[in-house]
């Protein structure tokens, strides 16, 4: 009987996570593209939203008074941002918003996305994922 208990509640489980993107460290999705791509994922960063910019990277760099995101970097599609924080505006004209993001969607790798085919990944919004436990935003990619 317990035994029947304890399957009943791993299956059960299992069909909960179902369809839920998995959480990626940023270094790991860039490194083993070929891995996620095409899966649902989620991973953190700095966001850069602003003038054909909407890309996701591991840190930033300034360069005289203009602050900008260091390659490699991920092109944000429409991708749902769970969370956002710390954000500041940079020294460029026009003025791009850094903050501190988890974005999740579908991840691609193959190159050409984003302004000017720029990037070589992307994360895709897609419809259907809501974290219950977080406010989501929807980025827009402006193009």
Same mark, same amino acid.
């Given at each position: 009987?317990?035994? /029947? ?9 299992? &069909? ?14 860039? /490194? ?7 899966? /649902? ?12 910019? &909407? ?85 827009? &990619?402006?193009?």
């Amino acid at each position: 009987m317990l035994w /029947s208990i304890l399957v009943l509640l791993v299956i059960l489980l299992k &069909s909960c996570t179902r369809g839920r993107p998995k959480s990626v460290a940023f270094g790991d999705l860039v /490194s083993n593209s070929d891995r996620y791509h095409g899966k /649902s994922v989620c991973a953190k960063g700095i966001y850069v939203s602003g003038f054909e910019a &909407s890309a996701l990277g591991a840190s930033t760099y300034r360069d005289r008074d203009v602050v900008y995101l260091a390659e490699p970097a991920i092109w944000l599609e429409g991708a749902d941002i769970v969370f956002r924080r710390d954000c500041f505006f940079s020294g460029a004209y026009p003025p791009h918003e850094f903050c501190q993001v988890r974005a999740c969607g579908l991840f691609e790798a193959g190159g050409g996305y984003g302004h000017a085919g720029a990037y070589k990944f992307q994360i895709r919004g897609h419809a259907g994922y809501v974290n219950p436990n977080a406010k989501a935003y929807k980025v827009e &990619s402006g193009l």
